[in-house]
């Protein structure tokens, strides 16, 4: 037998169901108020948007809004874009929008630190934003419509594409000086075996008729002989009677272990050892003052692949760059000119790490020509640690395919 239910029971639990479904409706009203008032920066423009969208949503800042920001930067201005088309100035970094996570150790170590990124539009640059806050990072924004916005708002983009060139010249960079008999003269007192120089250093006919015959060409650098040239400069360093052979660290407290290093040891193109030719002949003939200016130059002469200033030659660029020093001081050069030579040298031993040098002067509204070649030479630029720093300022280079020396011969 089927148990029925009165009419009256029906219409009692019709109204408990209505009353039920009341009831969950203004719950799930109410927790959407409450996450809304919690969140009154992420709204919920676009239905589309997922709960974890929106709570990833980075806060945007205006052309304008950022310009004024400017005048009083207290922040990292991070370039995203990819293909590199430019930066506005003074970027402290550029960062592929895709690569933040891979590229951390360029962003900022406090995670509260202020960060505004920008692209070309703001695709790119919201995204990384998203990456960063999913990486801890609290106080970042993005510049609504990039690089575009930017320009329409009257703003500068700076194209340090050009910034190789001016580095690297591509028909390179030319001393006021020749190598004379240089190359006849250390074949001849052996710290040049032709035969183990030539294999270790590919010569080219021109190169070859230099270490053989001499020349009364300008003596010129670029990126095709950058190691030739080092190689023949390492040479001339390595036997030049040298202030820093007799007052300097390896005459000094390193006297007994002058071979051990990179400079010495690592010299293996001559008949001999290195240290039966080190700091014995006058190749380069100096007065008394002329070497005393040698020696204030070097000590104020570094190269990013050691820490240690070119009066204490301990690998081959530093020796190498010792004898440049010696045959620009010989030649009556004064000491601005002899920066700028040396600078020259080093940028092609050292490309990227000047290009590096010249993109953080750029965005700082200074241009390579303008720079203090003394200054880019000290320390704060060119040791070691110096090119680090800046490597962290700058970041990387999207228009540079140039690469590093090595301390070998």
Partial sequence: MVKRTSKKKRQKQLEWDTRFKWGIGLLLLGLVFIVGSNFPRLSLRSPWLSLTQRLERVEEISAQELKERMEDKD???I?????YEGEIERTDN???YDSMVARAKLLPKDKNAAIVLYC???????EAGRTLKQMGYTNVVHLKG???AWERAGGEILDLSSLTNEVLPKEGFEFPISWGEMGPRLIEIGVIDLDEFEEATKLTSEERDILTKGSTEKIKINSDNSHFMVNLLWALGLAQKSLAYSEGPMGAEYKDEAGNFASTGGWTLGRAEATTYLGRYDLVPLTSEQQEKVKEIAENVYRPCCGNSTFFPDCNHGMAALGAIEMVAA???SEEEIFKNILA???FWFPDTYLSVATYFERQGTQWADVDAKMALGPDYSSAQGAANIYQK???LPYSGAQGGSCGA
Wanted: a negative charge; charged letters at 15%.
């Fill in 75 to 77: 922040f990292a201005l």
């Fill in 79 to 83: 370039n995203v874009h990819v293909p």
């Fill in 94 to 96: 550029f960062i592929e």
């Fill in 120 to 126: 070309q539009t703001g695709r790119m640059s919201e």
């Fill in 146 to 148: 990039g690089m575009e």
């Fill in 331 to 333: 030649a009556g050069m």
């Fill in 345 to 347: 040298l080093n940028s």
């Fill in 394 to 396: 700058v970041g990387s």
